[in-house]
């Protein structure tokens, strides 16, 4: 399974945008790149998930790499409830495997007021 | 929609005791996912059910735990005979199918403390 890279914690202001960064070199062709986030003391919730073209919907942005082999998911605006754990998975559309979510230990994300 | 609804969500044990815990998917969902989560190893998958059908249960630590799906809307996840170590929280996820565009949606999760 191709990995991802991510700090293992990151500082915001509130208000102000913020980028999390995520690193999967070894990133197949078929791979798509998926983002979870999980709040204090709940399960984890999606975020957005993109293959080739950045994407945007309500939540966030995410920016994929021309070459794929990194992406950057935006928050436009933090807020307090945006603090949590930022999970960047892989997953491949050839992949037998039923669609199982491998989570690495993310990125802590916190909110300055 | 009432999301993923498990239960209990907390439970308190002593070692050697049988615990069951309970999951109900999204209504309309046929894929099935229990996962633990613990400080040491994070989130990982136990097993996931497809049509209610077991499909990969590799992650089950060992003979102690079992899961069953007996229909559509239901799920548990046995442990027995517990042990401290299987202190974690688990969750139950549910999906409207198996490919990789799938989004899972997570219950609140079951806290379990085995004394």
């Known amino acids: 399974d191709a990995k991802t890279t991510q700090p293992n914690s990151m500082e915001s202001n509130e208000e102000e945008p913020v980028h999390l960064p995520c690193n999967h070199s070894?990133?197949?062709?078929?791979?798509?790149i998926h983002w979870y986030r999980q709040l204090p003391s709940q399960g984890p919730e999606y975020v957005i998930h993109?293959?080739?073209s950045n994407v945007n919907n309500r939540m966030a942005s995410l920016a994929i790499a021309e070459d794929r082999k990194s992406s950057t998911l935006i928050l436009h605006r933090a807020t307090l409830r945006d603090a949590a754990v930022y999970y960047c998975?892989?997953?491949?559309?050839?992949?037998?495997?039923?669609?199982?979510?491998?989570f690495g230990q993310g990125t802590e994300l916190s909110v300055k007021p | 929609d009432a999301g993923v609804i498990q239960s209990p969500r907390h439970e308190v044990t002593e070692m050697g005791q049988e615990v069951t815990l309970r999951c109900k998917p999204i209504?309309?969902?046929?894929?099935l996912f229990w996962y633990r989560q613990t400080m040491m190893r994070g989130l990982e998958l136990l097993i996931y059910?497809?049509?209610?059908?077991?499909?990969?249960d590799s992650g089950m630590p060992e003979d102690r735990f079992s899961a069953k799906m007996p229909n559509a809307s239901f799920s548990t996840l046995k442990i027995q005979p517990s042990e401290p170590r299987d202190s974690a929280v688990y969750f139950c996820?549910?999906?409207?199918?198996?490919?990789?565009?799938?989004?899972?949606?997570f219950g609140p999760g079951t806290r379990l403390l085995v004394l």
């Open positions: 996820a549910s999906s409207s199918g198996t490919g990789p565009m799938e989004t899972q949606y």
């Open positions: 070894t990133i197949s062709g078929t791979d798509y």
């Open positions: 993109g293959l080739t």
């Open positions: 998975i892989l997953r491949d559309v050839e992949d037998n495997q039923g669609g199982k979510l491998i």
């Open positions: 209504s309309g969902h046929n894929s």
């Open positions: 059910f497809n049509n209610n059908v077991p499909i990969d």
